[in-house]
T-cell receptor, first 113, second 112 residues
């Protein structure tokens, strides 16, 4: 059973471009969470999704950021018109059930130049 | 506000020493608590999960305890090895519709 798969592992974007981060949860997991980690900072919650539904997006900036978890395929975190401050490591986690044990992917390290 | 605090921020010990990492949280109403390990530039590896009804969990040289009433958890590492060097993160799932809340971690260095 493969773990949580994130791609790409590293992503470089110029200011103003779009970044698309992908996350495939563990097999059998229907709950996906996205977190952002800044250098020397803890992980900050962004959004919680179940298949085709956003459950909690309280940690996600209102503008430029969006997330989806379609019926088929990976979850996508999309950042439009990236700025330097978006540079961070973005981690995805999945769980089999609500409030179940969370398993994390290796992260996508976004660098905005 | 529901917060998780980890002390110390960094710890350096000689190989072979037993050590304790501390985690405190502000609200005793929790579903579970997880300890993770993060190596530099890598993802998070789940080490131990303690449900709110449990007092401790063990895996190999690791033992995690939970005291909800005092809002504390400890991660005990026995006979530390250089390979244990990493950042250890404590995360709490508070009751209610809240996501996992993370502490900032303790950066552990085990010196050979």
């Amino acid at each position: 059973n493969a773990g949580v798969m994130q791609n790409p592992r590293h992503l470089v974007r110029r200011r103003g471009q779009e970044a698309r981060l992908r996350c495939s949860p563990m097999k059998g997991h229907s709950h996906v969470y996205w977190y952002r980690q800044l250098p020397e900072e803890g992980l900050k919650f962004m959004v919680y999704l179940q298949k085709e539904n956003i459950i909690d997006e309280s940690g996600m900036p209102k503008e430029r950021f969006s997330a989806e978890f379609p019926k088929e395929g990976p979850s996508i975190l999309r950042i439009q018109q990236v700025v330097r401050g978006d540079s961070a490591a973005y981690f995805c986690a999945s769980s089999q059930e609500d409030k179940g044990e969370a398993f994390f992917g290796q992260g996508t390290r976004l660098t905005v130049v | 506000k529901q917060e998780v605090t980890q002390i110390p921020a960094a710890l350096s010990v000689p190989e072979g020493e037993n050590l304790v990492l501390n985690c405190s949280f502000t609200d005793s109403a929790i579903y579970n608590l997880q300890w993770f390990r993060q190596d530099p530039g890598k993802g998070l590896t789940s080490l131990l999960l303690i449900q709110s009804s449990q007092r401790e969990q063990t895996s190999g040289r690791l033992n995690a305890s939970l005291d909800k009433s005092s809002g504390r958890s400890t991660l005990y590492i026995a006979a530390s090895q250089p390979g244990d060097s990493a950042t250890y993160l404590c995360a709490v799932l508070f009751s209610g519709n809240t996501p996992l809340v993370f502490g900032k971690g303790t950066r552990l260095s085990v010196i050979a």
